[in-house]
């Protein structure tokens, strides 16, 4: 990396999203840190995202347009065209606050300048939080083992790394692509974390995880597995725990449907669930799956 070149890069993949990205160019634009560049990858939107580009002058702020490819596609592409030493990644509808890499550049530094890191992010609105997930253990390497606490906001890898390991571009993972992408980070490589919030996952109607299928949920997960595993690390370090990371895929599926109001085909992976692993229900998710299915 030549002396010219930012420390970290943040890649903004973004579909169709362009009033979001009038709201989040400004503010990525305004961070408190200097030794950065923002890289936003248009994956074919429709819309007039190109247009909104146009309105923002700035010599670390880059565009790309590409054909749709999906996320994974997207940030692929970004990470391509970076040139920090670090990647984070930010959807175009989430927001960092003001301090989040200044934090980040602190904690990477006290930490030894790891391969792989996460920060602390909030979910909830524009204007309100709903809750804050920033006690994600240090140096765990299950930590995938229940599900995805990592937020691709929060993520701080090394180029080096991602360009060794990078996204699954499969279009029917979308979805599931990071926490197969995390999966094998955590196998290959010490996850370390910092307790720092630096950004906020915003809850909105069309966020694209929403509405899904039952299908699409089930193919999903089956090629997450599938592809994780793949990786002999991953063998190596999750083996032992597949039973109990299927009994949360099938908690993850029960879940959606049950809010979907399907509550027969929820049972079902309820059933499922715990013929892998029965303390999988003992969760916060499994008492939000049993309040949904009882009530009537």
Known sequence: MSTTDPFISIVVPSYNRAGFLDR??????????????VIVVDDGSTDDTAAVFEKYKAPNLHYYKKENGERAAAR?????????????????????????????????REKGYPSFMHMGYDIGTVDKVNKTINKIKDNDPLIMVIGNPLSCMGVFVKREVFEKHRFNEDRKLSGSED????????????????????????????????????????????????????????????????????????????????????????????????KEDATALITKRGLVIMKLLLLK
């Open 179 to 274: 926490w197969e992408f995390w999966t094998r980070l955590a196998a290959n490589y010490n996850l370390r974390t910092d307790d720092h919030v630096i950004g906020r996952l915003i809850e909105h109607d069309s966020r694209s995880v929403i509405s899904i299928s039952e299908e699409t949920l089930v193919r999903r997960m089956t090629l997450a597995m599938q592809y994780a595993f793949e990786d002999p690390a991953v063998q190596r370090i999750y083996g032992k725990h597949k039973d109990t990371m299927m009994a949360h895929w099938f908690t993850y599926v029960a879940l959606h449907l049950a809010m979907d109001g399907l509550k027969k085909r929820a049972w079902y992976f309820v059933s499922q669930a715990m």
């Open 24 to 37: 989040n160019i400004p503010a990525l634009l305004q961070l408190q840190y200097d030794n950065y560049e």
């Open 76 to 108: 692929n592409y970004g990470v391509a065209r970076a040139h920090g030493e670090y990647i984070t990644f930010v959807d175009s509808d989430d927001e960092l606050y003001p301090d989040a890499l200044k934090l980040a550049a602190v904690a990477l």
